[in-house]
Each structure stands twice: as C-alpha cells, then as structure tokens.
C-alpha cells in the first residue's frame, strides 16, 4: 500500500494454487469512519482482474483509487466530504472475502467538492444503520493522509454556452426542428412519426432532423447487446424499407398488447415488398448482455464488445448506438436489469466507460449511455415518479454516470423516462446542466428515451415530458419526434417557457455532434 497525496495504489500477488489455468479479480474495499454522515461497512473503490495463470503461476496486480472519488455527500451543507478518522482499505476476491491491508488516516475532515442541492426534496427521511465501532487492526500499516493535499473542487454551474453563427441565422422554425427528431411534416400529429423510425438504415431505431439545409443529421440505432437491425429488407425509387417489424424482436412484439402493440407495429416496417422486389437480409453480432459483461469484472473484454459494435456501425452507416444501459441493478422486479451492469456504481460505470471506448475509437461512432437517471421499473415506465434523496442519487444512482462521462465522454446521453421527485429527468435543469455538464463535464449531447403518445398509463398522476420543458432544462434532442412535439416547442418559445437563445444552444450542440459524426 501507498499513498501519494490523494492517490492510493495498492499491490498485490495473486498465485493460481489449483490445477487447472484460470484468471482471478483483485477487489479493493474502503470502509469510511462513522461521523456525522452513516456509512457502509465497505464500498468497492477499484477492482482488477489478471492474466490468464497457469498452475503455480503467480502475477502481481496493482490497484488505485483517490480518495476524493469516495466521498460521501453531505446535503446538509450541498458538499462532498472526506470525515477525519482512520479509512480502512481492504483486500479481496469479493466483498465476503476480505481482510485489511492498511489504514489511511485523516486528521480532519475535508471538503473535495463544493456542489449545490438540485434534485428536488423528499417527503421522508433515508433510512440508516447504527454506526459500527471500527478499531484497527493489529499489524497493518498506518498512513497518515495530508488534509492539505486534497483540495476541494469548484464548479461554474453559470458556464457561457456556445451557438454557432449559421444556428443565429436560423429561423425560429428551423432552430426549433433541429431539436426534434427526424419526422414527417406533412402528417398530422402522431401520424407524422409512423415509418420514419430509420430512413436511412433499415432498422434504425431513429434519427435527428434531415430537413434544414446544410445541416447533416444523426443515425441512431437501439439493441442492448450488439445493433439491433431489421433482417430483412428491400429498396424501391423511395430508398430502402425493413420488411415486418424492425423496430421490435418478434419475442418482444408477442408480449406487447393494446396501444402500445399498434404503436409498434405501425413504426416498424412497410410489411412486405412489391413484386419483383428483392429481399436482401443484414445481420449483426450478438455481445453478452449487460449483467453478463459485468459479471467478468474485465475491462479489456468489455471494450472488445464495444470494437466489435464500433466496426459494425461503421459498416452500416449508424452514428450512434442507443447503448449501454447502466442503471443500478435495485430490485430484482426491474425488467430491464438484464442490459444493466450491476448493483455497485462503480463496475457499472467502469464497464460503461470501456464499452464506450470500444466503440468511439471507430471513426463516426458513438455511444449513447442510459438512462440518465433513476430508472429501475418498466410499468407506466414514462410516467412513474421515482423518489430519491440527493444523497442516494448522488452516491448511488449517479455516480456512475459520472464515471463514465470523465474516463470515456460517450457522444450521448439519454435521459430516462421517469420522474424524479416529481420533475421528470428530461426536464430537470438540474440533473442535466448543473450535474452532468457542470459538475461531471459532460461536453455531448443529451437526448431523450423514446417518448410516444399512447403509451403513458392514463390512470398515472403524471403527465409524458414535453419537448419545451426539455429544451429549457437543456435538452438537445426530443426523441424520436412527431409534428405534435415540434408544434410543442414552438409554442413554448412563443410563450416564454423556453428562450430562443436556450433553443440555438442545444441546437449548436446537435450541430457540433452531427459534424463530428459525420466528417463534415
């Protein structure tokens, strides 16, 4: 164990005893003193995994964390903080198997980040656990940390905002479509967004709008374990069109039913192909799905993943891919939990950020990482209302996202469709612009999940997020867009509820995006 200023590293041997060639995970734990914040008995801080060993064959693993990135949030006084007393760092296989390594002592309690209550309040107070005497432990090395050397993080949350001088000269009109997805304006209504899904690609879940001169757009494609395409597919004088539903797996569409099963259907293809018409079939690879991944505890495997769906994008003309998902594993009810990493923030932000890697090191290509924030149900998923203290979301549902965005800037962020303490997450200024741009840096774009009419629950107490309230709080992109969403906007800007400028600065950065992605 060593200490430099803030920076831990912690070395250790690993020895395959057995018989047979394996690998091993080296898992780092801390355990914080109990002060005025509670605390688990131990939090994961670093993990690595070694090469494959032969019998007899040992390898030294090193590990490192800062001592800032384990900060506990204090919403007392809107700060994260490092309490004074002895930090217990401990060595492991897994959280049930470890034993101490060393003690890292603070003579004070220090701030390392001087943050700002946004994310609503709540009508109860988090539960905690009695505080667990923590003595230390016989033969262990003692380091003493100095206060000094961990000096507390500042953020502009009142940041100047770029717009470009070609999205200034726009018209009203045009701004505003370029924060909409790409649709049909001469339908009406819901009927404008009907089999403009994926113009381009047969089977692309969506795209940003192709309709304002001299502006490229964007081609996203969903899937959570590889792209997910249409199969099959046919061209005509009117481009290419997927034959049945591409937008759906058959297994999915099955389990569908009511406004959502016809919402679906009518998205996703163009049924089958006139006469002479030829059927071409498209396939992509198949990675392992999210908990899977996670579970290997290797990185390097992960951004392997991502190479493999970069290569495929690149291939098929895809801009963006609506994945990975890395919400926090929090019940097992959740019906999404096989696309998300993990129970721990940290393996779940690690594993994001090297699948992002993976993917963004192909020219074009980026990831969209979801769903940004506090998604754990799929019942009345665009209209539920999650409550969470700002402490749990900060140290839990947050964190990492915030991993992701500093070790990897994913192209995309999408937000998720519920709310959060009563405010949904797409239209939270907070949540957007104070925590992920300011206090993470997150310098891409921020999109929305895939709001449609007809799908929200009408029993609910809430309504669905609208496309002014998004691009107030600083939303980019209202996905996947219909004449209604765009009508929407427009009367917001008329009414005041979002500002012109705030308009050409989420359109400047779709811009900005759609050029990097595109090599224009």
């Known amino acids: 164990m060593e200490a430099n200023g803030a920076q831990v590293t912690v070395r250790t041997t690993v020895e395959n005893t057995g018989t047979m060639a394996g690998r091993q995970v080296v898992q780092v734990y801390l355990s914080k003193p109990a002060g005025k914040l509670d605390v688990p008995r131990q939090e994961l801080c670093a993990f690595a995994k070694t090469r494959t060993l032969a019998p007899g064959e040992a390898e030294t693993v090193t590990c490192s964390f800062t001592l800032p990135e384990m900060a506990a949030y204090d919403a007392e006084t809107a700060s994260y903080i490092l309490e004074a007393g002895d930090h217990l760092v401990r060595v492991g296989v897994s959280s049930a198997e470890t034993v101490p390594a060393a003690v890292l002592h603070l003579g004070k309690t220090v701030t390392t980040l001087q943050a700002k209550n946004v994310l609503g309040s709540t009508d109860f107070t988090d539960l905690t656990a009695p505080a667990a005497a923590m003595e230390r432990p016989e033969g262990v090395p003692v380091i003493e940390i100095d206060p000094a050397s961990i000096v507390c993080e500042t953020i502009d949350y009142a940041r100047t905002e770029e717009i470009l001088p070609e999205v200034d000269a726009l018209t009203k009109e045009d701004a505003a479509l370029l924060l909409i997805g790409n649709f049909d304006p001469n339908a009406k209504g819901f009927a404008s967004m009907i089999g403009t899904a994926g113009r381009h690609v047969c089977g692309a879940a969506g795209e940003s709008c192709s309709t304002v001169k001299g502006i490229p757009w964007l081609i996203m494609a969903d899937g959570p374990a590889g792209l997910r395409l249409a199969k099959e597919y046919y061209e005509d004088g009117k481009g290419k069109h997927a034959v049945g539903n591409a937008s759906m797996p058959d297994s999915i569409m099955e389990m569908l039913s009511g406004p959502m099963k016809l919402v ?133 549902y947050l964190k990492g996202f915030g991993i992701c965005v500093r070790e990897s800037q994913p192209k995309a962020v999408m937000t998720s469709y519920n709310l959060l303490n009563g405010t949904h997450t797409a239209e939270s200024r907070g949540l957007v612009m104070d925590i992920l741009r300011a206090e993470f840096g997150y310098q891409g774009i921020v999109m929305t999940d895939w709001v449609t009419p007809m799908t929200g629950d009408a029993r609910s107490a809430h309504r669905d997020s609208q496309a002014q309230y998004v691009a107030a709080a600083g939303g980019d992109l209202f996905m996947p867009g219909n004449k209604g969403d765009y009508d929407n906007l427009l009367q917001g800007i008329d009414s005041g509820a979002v500002t012109p400028e705030q308009v050409k600065i989420n359109a400047s950065r779709v811009v900005k995006m759609a050029r990097a992605l595109t090599q224009e």
């Not at 998300?340 to 980026?366: F, N």
């Open 264 to 396: 679906m259907s009518l998205m996703g293809g163009n049924g089958k192909p006139k006469a002479g018409c030829e059927i071409k079939t498209q396939y992509c690879t198949a990675i392992p799905i999210g908990t899977a991944l996670a579970q290997s505890f290797d990185t390097d495997f992960v951004q392997q993943c991502g190479d493999i769906v970069g290569e495929e994008m690149e291939h098929f003309g895809v801009h963006l891919w609506l994945a990975p998902a890395l919400n926090i594993h929090r019940s097992i009810r959740c019906g999404r939990n096989f696309e998300y990493y993990s129970e721990d923030p940290l393996v779940s932000g690690k594993m994001a950020a090297a699948m992002t890697r993976g993917v963004q090191a192909h020219k074009g290509c980026g990831t969209t990482i979801k769903h940004y924030a506090a998604n754990n149900k799929e019942y009345n998923r665009t209209r539920n209302n999650s409550m969470v203290s700002e402490r749990t979301m900060r140290e839990i």
